[in-house]
């Protein structure tokens, strides 16, 4: 198996789904016409009751959510600092108990992580629901632009995505309930902050939910080594982009409900990207065609 760090988009599949009429659909290139319808264990868990936001900026940013449960504050003793004035300022507006606490302390809630002297504990990372992903594109006056990440499963991977989507102003990620990295602790630190913006939903099954989306009118892309250069992809209108996993790629029944394949081409030694650099040049194509300068 390969690298787990490694995305190679991919393989070409075994066979295509049949092409649809060319009145019925549109022809297989990037400019298209609107659609009428508008650490290991953290792996493969879902976060538990009690988990925790590390470090000085996820934890401001989860302080300024209205949306965000926190039972409690844990700060280094003799730490001082703006930021650390912040989270106090913060947590004192919301009426929240702060404790004090040698570093030991610290470093045992957040696993040897590096916790910059602030620990939040908080209540369970909750879920969005598909049409909150609708609704929030709906809010800015936007066409939909949805990422899909097909079985994910290191955290660090889907944490600095969220990052870059929420930089690059995606509406929303969706991810499977099984066999994918859920949102840890590790994501939230990991996305400095992002998961507090980026709304997630879990679903059951992809392929059934892709063909929901393609039927309330997204075009779906994919990701694999045969496929358009994605420097050619126009991500105006409402699309949703699928990032496979990070050793198998997308996997083959996504790819029978994909409407257009993308690629990154590479002209050096390697031949694979780490996910989420992979994710990032796509995303940010997708930014750029959408917001030209």
């Known amino acids: 198996m390969q690298n787990n760090n490694d995305y190679r988009g991919g393989r070409k599949p075994k066979r295509r789904a049949p092409q649809r009429e060319q009145d019925n659909g549109r022809p297989r ?10 650490k290991p264990d953290d792996k493969l868990t879902v976060a ?5 936001v590390i470090g000085r900026h996820p934890a401001v940013e989860a302080l300024k959510s209205t949306e965000q449960t926190i039972n409690k504050v844990w700060l280094q003793d003799g730490i001082h600092s703006d930021a650390i004035s912040e989270v106090l300022a913060l947590a004192k507006e919301r009426g929240l108990v702060v404790q004090n606490a040698p570093k030991s302390k610290l470093d045992e809630l957040s696993d040897g992580q590096n916790h910059q002297g602030v620990v939040l ?10 049409d909150d992903l609708f609704a929030k594109a709906a809010e800015k006056d936007e066409a939909p632009f949805f990422l899909i990440l097909d079985s994910i499963e290191d955290p660090h991977n889907l944490g600095s995505i969220m990052r870059t989507a929420d930089a690059a102003g995606a509406h929303g990620i969706i991810i499977p309930k099984r066999r994918a990295v ?10 400095t902050g992002a998961i507090e913006h980026v ?23 994919g990701t694999d080594m ?10 105006n209108g409402p699309v949703a982009l699928i990032i496979g996993n990070e050793g198998r790629g997308v996997a083959p029944l996504l790819k029978q409900n ?23 040049l796509l995303i940010y194509q997708g930014f750029s065609s959408r917001h030209k300068i």
């Open 29 to 38: 290139n990037t400019k298209r016409p609107e659609r009428t319808n508008g």
């Open 48 to 52: 538990p009751l009690g988990d925790f």
């Open 121 to 130: 504990s908080i209540s369970a990372f909750e879920y969005a629901q598909l």
């Open 182 to 191: 859920q949102l840890t602790a590790t994501v939230a630190k990991t996305s």
């Open 199 to 221: 709304p997630v939903v879990r679903v059951t099954n992809l392929v059934n939910t892709v063909k929901e989306l393609k039927e309330r009118g997204l075009w779906i892309f």
């Open 226 to 235: 045969n496929g358009t250069d994605y420097r050619r992809w126009d991500a």
């Open 258 to 280: 994909v409407d257009e394949m993308l690629t990154i081409p590479m002209i050096g030694h390697v031949q694979s990207l780490n996910a989420s650099v992979a994710a990032s």
